[in-house]
């Protein structure tokens, strides 16, 4: 499932929360293309980040499949990490800061 994310306008820099007949409600600049883009680069990341963690499970339960609970362990612990960095930034780096 993909994250729920408001990007900014590429024309005003607003949040676009919600696009009248693909407009930003602000500045009124065409962002439907713009918007379809970000969802489909998030899809790819998910893709990649779901097949790079099944090869890692795999991976873990061939090789450490006749370590103990501890090896086993730390193996997940360190496949879990390279998921974590790969997909380290991949859908919040278009954030603005909160102004909260």
Known sequence: ???????????C???LVRKPAGRCPTCGIEVADFV???????????KVVAVVSTLL???VMV?????GVIEGVLMYAAGGALVWYLAK???GNDREPSDG
């Not at 499932?1 to 024309?11: A, D, E, F, I, T």
């Not at 379809?36 to 998910?46: H, N, Q, S």
């Not at 090789?63 to 370590?67: A, D, K, N, S, Y």
């Open 13 to 15: 820099g607003e949040k």
């Open 1 to 11: 499932m993909l994250v729920h994310q408001y990007p900014p306008c590429p024309g």
């Open 89 to 91: 930034g991949t859908f």
């Open 57 to 59: 499970v795999i991976t």
């Open 36 to 46: 379809a883009g970000k969802r489909d680069r998030e899809e790819r990341i998910e």
């Open 63 to 67: 090789i450490g499949g006749g370590f």
